[in-house]
């Protein structure tokens, strides 16, 4: 999310609105419908641990996108993809019809993940968006400014940190962009 909205794009997310009597489904799809560009993570498709189920929304997702940019014309042919996943060929145990698609892999590594992340989201912006090169280091570190200077902020507004950990991501979002018009400052 930092990443899109760093290189100039507006992310959209199911979550940016928390009207519980919005159908969720229904706001997925008309994001679907309006985005040019989409990333999905099929990391959440296998369980981590014994007793945890899998979850299936984002090849669900991936599913009406795909759809979408098959049959719903009005340009929609031209909708580009970015399908990422922690291991490169796992996803093809449980959705094997994307066995054909280019998938990047960000690894299981918690320190690296991350980061691999942020590069795979850049090279796809700039081969795909022609978004102006920025270097992903260089993204990963004014991510960490960021993380920095919003974490002192609301420290200062008088929340824990167990409460920041749980804002929506609706608000962390508005407070990229907020950082972001202010110069990023440190």
Same mark, same amino acid.
């Given at each position: 999310?930092?990443?899109?909205?760093?290189? !100039?794009? *507006?992310?959209?997310?199911?979550?940016? =609105?928390?009207?519980?009597?919005?159908?969720? &489904? #229904?706001?997925? $799809?008309?994001?679907?419908?309006?985005?040019?560009?989409?990333?999905?993570?099929?990391?959440?498709?296998?369980?981590?641990?014994?007793?945890?189920?899998?979850?299936?929304?984002?090849?669900?997702?991936?599913?009406?996108?795909? !759809?979408? *940019?098959?049959?719903?014309?009005?340009? =929609?042919?031209?909708?580009?993809?970015?399908? &990422? #996943?922690?291991? $490169?060929?796992?996803?093809?145990?449980?959705?094997?019809?994307?066995?054909?698609?280019?998938?990047?892999?960000?690894?299981?590594?918690?320190?690296?993940?991350?980061?691999?992340?942020?590069?795979?989201?850049?090279?796809?912006?700039?081969?795909?968006?022609?978004?102006?090169?920025?270097?992903?280091?260089?993204?990963?570190?004014?991510?960490?400014?960021?993380?920095?200077?919003?974490?002192?902020?609301?420290?200062?507004?008088?929340?824990?940190?167990?409460?920041?950990?749980?804002?929506?991501?609706?608000?962390?979002?508005?407070?990229?962009?907020?950082?972001?018009?202010?110069?990023?400052?440190?």
């Amino acid at each position: 999310m930092f990443c899109v909205a760093y290189l !100039g794009l *507006r992310p959209r997310l199911a979550s940016e =609105r928390n009207d519980s009597g919005e159908n969720r &489904l #229904e706001k997925i $799809r008309s994001l679907i419908e309006c985005s040019k560009y989409s990333i999905h993570d099929l990391s959440r498709c296998q369980a981590k641990k014994k007793g945890e189920h899998f979850r299936l929304n984002m090849p669900f997702e991936l599913g009406i996108d795909f !759809g979408c *940019r098959q049959y719903f014309g009005e340009g =929609r042919d031209q909708k580009k993809f970015l399908i &990422l #996943e922690e291991k $490169r060929y796992r996803f093809q145990a449980a959705l094997s019809d994307i066995s054909g698609c280019d998938i990047e892999a960000y690894g299981a590594d918690d320190q690296k993940a991350p980061q691999n992340a942020v590069k795979h989201v850049r090279n796809w912006l700039v081969s795909e968006a022609g978004i102006a090169p920025v270097a992903a280091r260089r993204i990963w570190g004014k991510y960490s400014d960021f993380q920095e200077w919003y974490w002192e902020k609301k420290l200062a507004e008088g929340a824990d940190e167990e409460e920041i950990r749980q804002y929506p991501t609706s608000e962390l979002l508005a407070e990229i962009f907020n950082w972001l018009a202010k110069g990023e400052p440190v």
